[in-house]
């Protein structure tokens, strides 16, 4: 199995010199000669029987002086729209500020990485040799190249076993937002301000690996996917004067009452709401204490 783990090498692989074959040689037929003959057992199942029937052992260890280094490669476009409006409106006999956004975003990604192709992978590393000693392929089919797993492999081998593929990344991004601020109504200590709004919010993501991955014959296979969700927010937010202005108290300067309401609507989590509830003292115009009760969430 080749899949992604160690690497069967037989004793005889013709990559393997002669002075390091000796070596391990007699180191296994010390360690595994099971039988006591002399000679080692084998210890590698090149027919898939469930059987060793050769003597070898295992190469372990990353690909990097192989194949050469992973290199990554990416490049990333992005585009941006926003649009924007804002206005006034006259309401009995009060000014409120408006203001309506669009903006649609999208970021695509080309990613370039090396990959194995696996069956090219597999018939490669079956090395013997032919009638003149060189190394070649035990499955010559496909324009195979023997690939040398144990020193330097050429540039040959490491073209037919692996390759340069490229999977894309595609993000979207689409937020609508409208807002209306103003004071609504004169009360004693003050106006009362009121500001209120919504917000929806679209996410949308695929990835679409490189067609050798979508079809399975790099190492790691990869499968396209999508998938989005979007939120919807609605709020107001208020201060409401309490004391002050024409309400004169003593040791109050101003006395005002600040309130929020959201609710959250994701299409993922579900609803919820978050608010908060809170007071703003000043006893002299340059000192102000403000304490409030919150409940707050966070969208995914």
Same mark, same amino acid.
């Given at each position: 199995?080749?899949?992604?783990?160690?690497?069967?090498?037989?004793?005889?692989?013709?990559?393997?010199?002669?002075?390091?074959?000796?070596?391990?040689?007699?180191?296994?037929? &010390?360690?595994?000669?099971? @039988?006591?003959?002399?000679?080692?057992?084998? *210890?590698? +199942?090149?027919? !898939?029987?469930? #059987?060793?029937?050769?003597?070898?052992?295992?190469?372990?260890?990353?690909?990097?002086?192989?194949?050469?280094?992973?290199?990554?490669?990416?490049?990333?476009?992005?585009?941006?729209?926003?649009?924007?409006?804002?206005?006034?409106?006259?309401?009995?006999?009060?000014?409120?500020?408006?203001?309506?956004?669009?903006?649609?975003?999208?970021?695509?990604?080309?990613?370039?990485?090396? &990959?194995?192709?696996?069956? @090219?992978?597999?018939?490669?590393?079956?090395? *013997?040799? +032919?009638?003149? !000693?060189?190394? #070649?392929?035990?499955?010559?089919?496909?324009?195979?190249?023997?690939?040398?797993?144990?020193?330097?492999?050429?540039?040959?081998?490491?073209?037919?076993?692996?390759?340069?593929?490229?999977?894309?990344?595609?993000?979207?991004?689409?937020?609508?937002?409208?807002?209306?601020?103003?004071?609504?109504?004169?009360?004693?200590?003050?106006?009362?301000?009121?500001?209120?709004?919504?917000?929806?919010?679209?996410?949308?993501?695929?990835?679409?690996?490189?067609?050798?991955?979508?079809?399975?014959?790099?190492?790691?296979?990869?499968?396209?996917?999508?998938?989005?969700?979007?939120?919807?927010?609605?709020?107001?937010?208020?201060?409401?004067?309490?004391?002050?202005?024409?309400?004169?108290?003593?040791?109050?300067?101003?006395?005002?009452?600040?309130?929020?309401?959201?609710?959250?609507?994701?299409?993922?989590?579900?609803?919820?709401?978050?608010?908060?509830?809170?007071?703003?003292?000043?006893?002299?115009?340059?000192?102000?204490?403000?304490?409030?009760?919150?409940?707050?969430?966070?969208?995914?």
């Amino acid at each position: 199995n080749v899949a992604s783990g160690p690497i069967p090498v037989l004793i005889d692989n013709p990559f393997l010199p002669d002075a390091s074959r000796e070596i391990l040689l007699s180191a296994m037929n &010390a360690r595994h000669d099971f @039988n006591r003959d002399g000679i080692a057992d084998p *210890t590698i +199942d090149t027919d !898939g029987d469930g #059987v060793p029937d050769a003597v070898g052992f295992w190469r372990t260890g990353g690909l990097t002086n192989v194949v050469g280094k992973n290199g990554f490669g990416s490049r990333q476009d992005t585009m941006r729209l926003l649009l924007g409006l804002d206005g006034e409106i006259e309401f009995a006999g009060r000014t409120l500020l408006w203001d309506l956004s669009y903006s649609y975003s999208e970021l695509q990604s080309d990613n370039r990485r090396k &990959a194995i192709l696996q069956s @090219n992978f597999e018939r490669a590393v079956q090395v *013997t040799s +032919d009638a003149s !000693g060189n190394a #070649v392929c035990v499955d010559l089919s496909n324009g195979c190249v023997p690939l040398n797993v144990i020193g330097r492999a050429s540039q040959e081998a490491i073209s037919y076993v692996s390759t340069t593929i490229t999977d894309q990344l595609t993000l979207n991004q689409q937020v609508v937002t409208a807002n209306v601020t103003g004071d609504v109504v004169d009360l004693p200590a003050g106006a009362l301000a009121v500001a209120a709004g919504l917000a929806f919010r679209d996410e949308r993501s695929s990835y679409e690996p490189d067609e050798l991955a979508r079809s399975g014959q790099t190492r790691f296979g990869a499968v396209s996917r999508r998938g989005s969700y979007d939120t919807a927010e609605l709020y107001v937010e208020t201060v409401v004067p309490l004391l002050g202005g024409l309400l004169d108290t003593p040791g109050i300067h101003t006395l005002e009452f600040e309130g929020a309401y959201r609710l959250v609507d994701n299409s993922i989590a579900g609803t919820d709401p978050t608010w908060t509830a809170g007071l703003r003292y000043r006893p002299i115009e340059s000192v102000e204490l403000r304490g409030n009760v919150t409940k707050s969430i966070r969208a995914p």
